[in-house]
């Protein structure tokens, strides 16, 4: 089993839960206070971004997720 877990809720946020951490753009990793879970915002609304604040809830989000298989990676041309 691996040790992070990520959960895209229906009509909520991604949960990660395990051993990770989250840094911004620059690198810069977020205090998350000693948390092993925390819930991301998806619908664009929270008011403590990138952290999810229940604010989905009021907003109406929607979007169902049900898991699939990508397709096979594609190798990127090698320059010479």
């Given amino acids: 089993m691996a040790a992070t877990k990520i959960t895209v809720k229906n009509n909520g946020s991604v949960r990660i839960e395990g051993d990770f951490e989250i840094c911004d753009q620059e690198g810069k990793v977020f205090d998350l206070a000693g948390r092993t879970g925390i819930s991301l915002c998806r619908c664009g609304h929270s008011s403590n ?7 989905h809830k009021l907003v109406g989000f929607q979007s169902e997720v049900k898991a699939f298989a990508l397709p096979p990676v594609v190798p990127k041309p090698t320059s010479a």
């Fill in 49 to 55: 971004k990138p952290f999810c604040d229940g604010s």
